[in-house]
């Protein structure tokens, strides 16, 4: 999908809703675990309660590949659920020298249909490029997340005396555009979010950390919109798992839609 | 495995040599495109012809997820078909917030039964220690790497004047000991080995970078090692693909037994 599409399905949708599919076996209704695919089961009404709302799914790698070769079988079908007009993310937080990239993109790009996966940074500019060689395919670079580790090395000041994921933000900028990457942005305070908007003005925004996770949607909607949206907020949890009975799926629906109507709102306030 | 196993595999087979288990059905023999699993056929090949050099075996896990789940089936026959007393590493390179990395953990050290698995570092602290808290069980963090990117940002100085990943070898001993950590260092001129050694003196050291990447073993030993050896050197390409004929186990044999009696030698000069 290209930048242009994304953003009409933003302003037709009036969202920037991305829904994570962080899909537990544990977690969802027990009635679902007599279905064979108890995960796709679950993903398939999560989907169709929540499509008019969301512009992008995206399943977390890691809740697949934990149940063995069976998950991804449930990977494959859930994205080859998704209708087509909804941008996908691999939440994969991929990276690995030149060749190795490039079995990932092929994996995530080819194997799978993805739009767009994450990718780490720390091994540098080979590690990434691999994923930018493949046409309306996006790399969603990380560059300053939302986890307590976040302090540890992303925001070590360098000698130029800048945080390293404004590194990140500005070399990056070499390998890639804002029309094949984005980067995932878990600031949720309004001056945090503004600093990381001055480095990369025209990217979009991958939002993780508003919902379960804190943080206000006015705040990212405020200090990180620009011209054409350039944000993408997940909720994953709050969607999910809104209910624990039959009636998820309505639950879940309810969420994604008031989360979406605040959405719509800030889009005219901030974006028009 | 414990660290003194792993150094006792050493001493017993004067090896440390690391098989890189980076298969790719473009490069196997053609006359193993007719089995039913050509990648696990290919592999048990080598394994057999192997192990008697070898103490430790990584599969790449890029290479399997490429093929889809039937990649993954063979990632997990070749690992049970690897004996018990070697070493086994994913080199999968993952890291995510802890929920996520909890479960990547349990794909590789459980639904799996790797004893390690390459984490990257950029995430910190919480992406990092869910795969420590598993008994006898390893993380290998990046450091530094041996590609071209690993100059982009590992090597940036900090206002304290060190490099990004000095800053990771130090941060991290406060999460894990020389007893469940080990480092990917894909230094090759002995100088800068010598270096990272200074930041971590105990841990072992998972060296890429050694054959068909280029470097020299005689300096990676000699400026690396410690009196428990405190490497793993592995070699991929140069082993796997030595033959493209039906005598490839052979010369596989032949490559890792060359290797190991290099390493035979470089143990009694430099850890005895």
Chains 1, 2 share one sequence.
């Not at 449930?74 to 990276?95: C, E, H, N, V």
């Not at 209910?243 to 109507?261: I, P, R, W, Y």
């Amino acid at each position: 999908m290209d930048k242009q599409t994304l953003y009409n399905n933003i302003k037709q949708k009036s969202s920037f809703l991305c829904v994570g599919l962080d899909t537990d076996l544990e977690k969802i209704p027990s009635h679902l675990l007599k279905e064979k695919d108890p995960i796709f089961a679950f993903n398939k009404q999560i989907i169709d309660n929540t499509a008019d709302y969301a512009v992008a799914y995206k399943p977390n790698i890691a809740f697949y590949e934990a149940l063995g070769p069976s998950g991804w079988e449930s990977l494959q079908k859930t994205l080859d659920y998704i209708p087509k007009d909804i941008f996908t993310i691999a939440d994969a937080k991929r990276g690995d020298i030149g060749n190795t990239s490039k079995l990932y993109a092929k994996a995530f790009f080819e194997v799978m249909n993805f739009d767009s996966i994450t990718v780490a940074p720390y091994m540098g500019e080979d590690s990434v490029s691999p994923f930018l060689e493949f046409e309306d395919k996006w790399v969603i670079l990380l560059a300053l997340t939302s986890n307590a580790g976040s302090h540890d090395f992303q925001v070590l000041n360098s000698e130029q005396n800048k945080p390293l994921f404004a590194h990140v933000l500005e070399k990056s900028q070499q390998w890639g555009t804002d029309q094949n990457m984005m980067y995932v942005v878990g600031a949720t305070r309004g001056e945090k979010i503004a600093e990381v908007r001055k480095y990369a003005p025209d990217h979009f925004f991958l939002v993780p950390g508003v919902g379960a996770q804190g943080g206000s949607l006015e705040e990212v909607a405020k200090y990180g919109m620009n011209s054409t949206c350039g944000l993408l907020v997940n909720s994953s949890r709050g969607i999910l798992y809104a209910s624990s009975g039959d009636d998820f799926g309505n639950a879940a629906s309810k969420e994604a839609q008031k989360l979406q109507q605040e959405m719509a709102s800030l889009l005219e306030q901030y974006c028009s």
